[in-house]
């Protein structure tokens, strides 16, 4: 049997960071849930491993969800990093090398798409 993926879930509205979580977890991933990109960033630092770090750009809090990004790729190279937001790409600052984009409002497909292990 194989491990389940491991996805950090960084959203700050509590209906939707919900709703994605129940749907990774109905997938058999394991979910970790965090409202802050601080908040995030303290499970990680205290050894949190993710396989897929999933967080919306623009946080409450000192930091971003570029910023939490930023931080996963240099210390999880192999992690997936997908970060959303509600404005178009064009419209928000170069995000980091490597990074996949997700607009909002998106499909819960879409989203599930994103999340599945690499080959």
Do not use: W
Not at 42 to 48: D, K
Not at 96 to 115: H, S, V
């Amino acid at each position: 049997m194989s491990t389940p993926i491991r996805v950090l879930l960084v959203e700050d509205q509590e209906d939707l960071r919900e709703l994605l979580a129940d749907v990774i977890q109905g997938a058999g991933a394991e979910v970790r849930t965090a409202e802050t990109a601080n908040a995030a960033m303290a499970l990680l630092r205290e050894g949190y491993r993710c396989d897929v770090l999933f967080s919306d750009i623009h946080m409450p809090g000192t930091l971003s969800g570029a910023d939490l990004a930023s931080y996963v790729q240099r210390t999880l190279p192999e992690a997936t990093v997908i970060l959303a937001s509600g404005h178009p790409r064009f419209q928000l600052a170069p995000l980091p090398a490597g990074t996949l984009f997700l607009q909002k409002p998106f499909r819960l497909n879409q989203f599930m798409e994103l999340i599945q292990p690499r080959a």
